[in-house]
């Protein structure tokens, strides 16, 4: 069974759980956003409390993409600081993981995410989507020039796209100039589009996505419109191949402070917190 469509949580309202000896970060805390029964592949929010390590030669069994929010996390003597990105595929060697003062960092493990002892078996590690590290706050964002970007106000930063399915990682910076039209029309995308939102607030017509805003909305699912008059930063995924987009041939009127009417499925149930503080980041 494929992932559910969740649509969308503020990531305030999940759990923390500690993370057990055999997990792939023992002592690290995590927040599950969403995972995969079948392949085992999750969203979470993995917390590395101040002074955590790992010290073993190993490698996971499965493709490991990670957004730093706040904090550091050093892998093999790269650095990952606050805004830092990387895609570190199957069988990437890990010798020395350490977090002195601690971090969050947005995580997406593409399967079972099994911590395994020591080098990956001959052809196992594929360099192929190999990303190190980008540094998204210094690096050189798309403008309004861009093909891929829809209006002026919107910059667009690309992470990462798998040559061979076309899945691909991005950031999108809409400043409060970009979408703040009373109307907008309605996007169908074919594939998954996964998105969660590090800043600012977008407007849909089930809420106020909001810092921490999380959702994974399956193929073929119209939505929108949508609007932001403070900006908005996300981090977004697409799966299953490239994200294009079929609008509708009318625009909707835009639904700003809609109450919150999420879709959510029931086995989020037992994550949720009955409150939550939503002025906090996460
Ligand atoms: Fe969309």
């Not at 990387?86 to 890990?94: I, V």
């Not at 835009?254 to 109450?259: F, R, S």
């Amino acid at each position: 069974m494929p992932r559910p469509h969740i649509e969308f949580i503020q990531a305030q309202a999940v759990r923390w759980h500690t993370l057990g000896e055999d997990m792939s970060r023992p002592g690290a805390e995590a927040k599950p956003l969403s995972h995969d029964a079948d392949s085992k592949a999750i969203t979470a929010i993995l917390r590395y409390p101040a002074g955590w390590y790992l010290e073993q030669d190993h490698h996971l069994d499965s493709d490991e993409e990670l957004y730093v929010l706040s904090g550091t996390i050093v892998i093999n003597g790269v650095s990952y600081e606050e805004g830092n990105y990387a895609y570190l595929p199957a069988g990437y060697p890990r010798h020395t993981m350490t977090s002195e003062a601690g971090a969050d960092v947005m995580t997406f493990f593409e399967g079972p995410h099994k911590r395994v002892p020591g080098p990956a078996p001959d052809g196992f590690y594929d360099t192929t989507n190999l990303v190190q590290r980008i540094q998204t706050k210094s690096a050189e964002w798309g403008s309004a020039t861009d093909p891929k970007v829809m209006a002026p106000g919107v910059k667009r930063l690309g992470l990462r796209k798998d040559p061979d399915t076309g899945d691909a990682t991005w950031l999108l910076d809409i400043d409060e100039t970009g979408m703040t039209g009373e109307v907008n029309r309605l996007e169908t995308h074919p594939v998954v589009e996964e998105v969660f939102i590090l800043s600012g607030e977008m407007h849909m017509p089930m809420g106020v996505l909001k810092e921490g805003a999380y959702f994974w909305r399956p193929p073929g699912i119209p939505h929108g419109p949508v609007g932001t008059k403070t900006g908005s930063l996300g981090l977004f995924r697409c799966k299953g191949g490239p994200l294009t987009t079929d609008w509708s041939e009318d625009p909707h009127p835009v639904q700003w402070n809609a109450p919150y009417e999420p879709f959510l499925p029931d086995t989020l149930a037992g994550s949720l917190l009955p409150d939550y503080d939503s002025t906090l980041p996460y």
